[in-house]
C-alpha cells in the first residue's frame, strides 16, 4: 500500500489524486488531500466568479475523485511551523504540493497603500465568501472604479461591480455583499491595460459577457483602438485575439444608449501613481499614455491623462508565495523541480512532488492542470517502488490533529453544504456560503458530531 498526501483540494490537487488512483501501474494507493479550509475545491469554490455558474458546475467532477473509496479530504489542515513539511514526510510515503499561487503581483507605483486601493483577489475573496477575505465593504462612497489588467480575472470584476444586485441573487454570493451590490452608487468602470487590444489576456467568451450586462453600456473610444496597428487589419491576428479585436470594434461603432452604468475598456496606458484625496483615501489614477514599440511591447510617450477613482483594483497577476520548510524561486515564484520532483540543491527530494500553478507558475486555464498533474504522478509512480519501502503510520491523520489540524472530513464538509442550503432556503435563495471560519467549522462539527 502507498500512502500519499495531496497539500490542496483545487483542481491540480484533485487532479494529482485522480491520476494516482485512477491507474493500474501501481495497485492499493491511498490518497489523502488535504487542505486549509474545511472546504474543498480551490479557486473553484473561491475563484470562479458567482455568476458563472457552469464553470463552478466542475466541482460536481472534483467531488466524484473526493468520494473515491482510496480518497480522503481533510480540511483544517495547515502545513506550516506546526505541521512543517518534513513532519508531513513522516505520516506519508509521499507529498504533493498543489498550494497554487497565493499572492497577487503588486503594481510598484506611489500610492499603491491608499485606503480603496485593493487587489482584484481581495475583492474577489469578498464576493466569493472566502473565511479569510477582508471585512470591507468595498463600494461605500464609490460612484467611479479602476481596474487595472485585463485579463480574465479583471473582466469578472469589472462585471461584478456593472451587475445588478438583482441579476446576483440566484447564485451563491454570501448576502452581506450581495446587500453591499444592491446599495453600489458605481456608474463607471474602467478596465485598463498597458498594452494594445490585440494584445489582451481575456478570453472573447468573458469580453462578450460585458455587453449583455442589463441597463449597462460598453463605451469604446475609436481613436483608442486606432493606435494599435493591428487593430487595423485584424486578419493578421491569431484567431482569439481577433475576435476581441472584433468585440471591441462593434462596440466603438455602436451610438451610445445613454444607460446610466458604463465599462470603459482602455488600453495603451501605464499607471504611474495612485492619486490621495479627502481622508488619505484613493481619488484616482495618473496614467502615461504608451505607443507599440515595434517588438511586441510598448514604450512611455511621456503624455499623462487622470481618471477619477474611488475604488482601484489590481489585476496583474498571481505569485506563489513559499512554503517554510521548502525550496523556492523567488524569481519565479514556484518551486524547483525535475517533472513534478522537487528539487533540494539540485537533486531530487525522495518523496516530495510538486503540481500546478506552485509547480510551473499562474499560467494557463483549469484544464491546464490536468497534464500537468498527470505528469506529476507518473514521476511519483516511477519511484513508487522506492518509496514503498518508508515506515509511516496505517493512517495519518491522528498525527495530523496532534500537530494541531483540525482534521475535517468529508462528512464536516457535507454538513457546511447542508447549513449553507439552510441559509439559503432562509433568505429566500438557493445556498449561500457561510463567510466565516466560525460559521463553517461549527457546521463542520455539526457532521462529526
Known sequence: MLRVAVVGSGPSGVYTAQSLVQQERVPDVHVDVLDRLPCPYGLVRYGVAPDHEKIKSLQNNLRAVLEHERVRFVGGVEVGPGLPP?????LYHAVVYCVGAATDRRLGVPGEDLAGSWSATDFVSWYSAHPDAVAEEFLRGVESAVVIGV???????????ARGAAELAHTDM????LGVLAESGVR?????????????????????????LPGVQVAV????LALDPACLDPSTLPAANRRNVEVLRTWAEQPPPGLSRRIHPRFFLRPVELLEGPAGRVAGVRFE??????MGGVTGTGRYEVIDAQLVLRS???RGVPLEGLPFDTATGTVPHLAGRILREGETSPGEYVAGWFKRGPSGVIGTNRPCAKETAQSLLDDAPALAGRDVPDDALPGLRASGATGVEWPGWLAIERAEAALGHSLGRGPVKIPDWAGLLAAARD???
Open 188 to 212: 463607471d468602470v474602467h478596465m485598463v491595460g498597458r498594452r494594445g487590444p490585440s494584445q489582451a489576456r481575456f478570453t472573447t467568451k468573458e469580453l462578450r459577457e460585458l455587453g449583455t
Open 447 to 449: 457532521g462529526d458530531s
Open 86 to 90: 518534513a513532519r508531513l514526510l513522516e
Open 316 to 318: 496583474v497577476g498571481y
Open 289 to 294: 499614455r504608451t505607443a507599440p514599440d515595434g
Open 151 to 161: 485579463g480574465n480575472v479583471a473582466v469578472d470584476v469589472t462585471r461584478i461591480l
Open 221 to 224: 473610444d475609436t481613436d483608442e
Open 174 to 177: 454570501p448576502q452581506g455583499a
